[in-house]
């Protein structure tokens, strides 16, 4: 059973920007982006809670900004000012939850999406 698609992700040069969405399906709202470079472990990336508050990874801060629509079930990353440090593939994360007390932290999520591939060239 799926419940959160991510779309959006695609090849540009350093500099240049993309926009991330992921749908949610069922009782479950997304509400984290992390990220998974090529031979690394996945790491976070930014959160937004219920109440629309945000957190960002000091490595994207300034340039990535998180954001959802509620009646689209929707979940948005747009990333400004690529670096090719960026490349990896992309996850929205899910919760069953309204709030959750970490959005730093996996564990706090219950579903994954299947990751969409973002790459930047120099």
């Known amino acids: 059973q799926v419940h959160a698609v991510e779309s959006g992700g695609g090849s540009v040069q350093a500099g240049g920007s993309l926009r991330l969405s992921c749908v949610s399906f069922?009782?479950?709202?997304?509400v984290g982006w992390f990220r998974r470079p090529p031979g690394k472990e996945r790491e976070w990336v930014a959160g937004i809670d219920s109440d629309d508050s945000t957190k960002y990874a000091d490595s994207v801060k300034g340039r990535f900004t998180i954001s959802k629509d509620n009646d689209k079930n929707t979940l948005y990353l747009q990333m400004n000012s690529l670096k090719p440090e960026d490349t990896a593939t992309y996850y929205c994360?899910?919760?069953?939850?309204?709030?959750?007390?970490?959005?730093?932290?996996?564990?706090?999520?219950?579903?994954w999406g299947q990751g969409t591939q973002v790459t930047v060239s120099s």
């Open positions: 994360a899910a919760s069953r939850w309204r709030t959750v007390p970490d959005l730093r932290e996996e564990v706090e999520y219950n579903y």
């Open positions: 069922g009782n479950v709202r997304c």
